[in-house]
């Protein structure tokens, strides 16, 4: 005998989803309380007669994501199909997915640190308004000289404005003179006190990945020819947020270290979860490694470059 119910159950769906018919509508066509309907469509979702479906405005590679998770310690992994002609279209693709996959996550009371760089940047530029609730951003390392989308004062400042959130600036150059004066701005004065606090109840990290080899150590102001030469004699292929590390992943000490005004590896790694994004056959190398160092628990990467990282794993 054929269940009358469950054929009005995909009758009520069908005229609601693909007729657009109002509930009241239907509930006055069939002889039913709307209640009745509101009711049946739940359970249209609940025994999988209507089954939704997103259409991302991005494609995937799950083959290669998957890959990445076996190969390096991950917790997650977003490839991004697709190839790109320049640098600046890669940043600008990266950044909109990482800004979309970010506003996904639960935001509401928590701290999220900001790191620097083009992609962050763009990380930035592509999030859409939001009306969060306690959210609060802190600067993860100091600033640059310049005042582009991808100084990190621009980047919190910019965040706070998007997703309704207050900001916690680290008024400060991303290398300060000496170590001396590191120490006393972060532990002397009401500022560093703040901001060491703040990294402390962090509960999620938004950096990049910096490639050495292919660029100069956050900025040509800050750090000079000479400086960068000494750093790469001490095997550092890559940085995030200024911390040098080598191709296997282990943190250089290094003399600029002492002067680096940015949140501690060890505090970094406190953070619960762990955002990159960062791509390009020139970020390769620095990519591979800074994977291997555990530090990222979530990549976001291109197609491209997700292979060459597989090819040496």
Not at 122 to 143: C, N
Request: charged share 25%; glycine share 8%; proline share 2%.
């Amino acid at each position: 005998m054929t269940d009358l119910s469950e054929f009005q159950l995909v009758q009520v769906a069908k005229m609601y989803f693909e007729n657009g018919m109002a509930q009241k509508e239907i509930a006055t066509y069939l002889g039913l309380s709307k209640m009745t309907v509101s009711r049946m469509l739940q359970k249209a979702k609940e025994s999988e007669v209507v089954q939704i479906s997103i259409k991302l405005p991005f494609q995937l590679v799950s083959r290669h994501s998957e890959a990445l998770l076996k190969a390096y310690p991950l917790g997650r992994a977003f490839v991004i199909k697709g190839e790109y002609s320049t640098r600046d279209d890669l940043r600008v693709r990266i950044g909109s997915v990482a800004a979309f996959l970010l506003t996904m996550e639960k935001l509401d009371r928590q701290v999220l640190g900001m790191g620097v760089g083009g992609t962050i940047g763009q990380v930035v530029q592509h999030l859409l308004p939001m009306k969060t609730r306690e959210l609060h951003i802190v600067q993860l390392m100091g600033g640059l000289s310049d005042v582009s989308d991808s100084n990190p004062f621009t980047i919190v400042q910019e965040t706070c404005r998007r997703l309704n959130a207050k900001g916690t600036y680290l008024t400060s150059n991303a290398i300060v003179e000496n170590a001396e004066y590191r120490r006393h701005l972060m532990f002397d004065t009401p500022l560093g006190t703040e901001t060491e606090t703040l990294w402390k109840r962090c509960t999620k990290a938004v950096f990049g990945v910096g490639s050495i080899e292919s660029g100069t150590l956050l900025s040509e102001t800050l750090v000079g020819p000479a400086e960068l030469q000494k750093v790469k004699k001490q095997g550092a292929v890559g940085d995030i947020l200024g911390h040098c590390f080598d191709k296997n992943g282990k943190f250089v000490q290094t003399e600029l270290e002492d002067r680096l005004v940015s949140i501690p590896i060890a505090s970094l790694m406190q953070i619960e979860e762990r955002f990159a994004a960062a791509g390009g056959e020139h970020k390769v190398g620095a990519i591979r490694a800074a994977l291997r160092s555990g530090l990222i628990t979530t990549l976001i990467t291109d197609e491209k470059t997700a292979s060459l990282l597989l090819e040496h794993a």
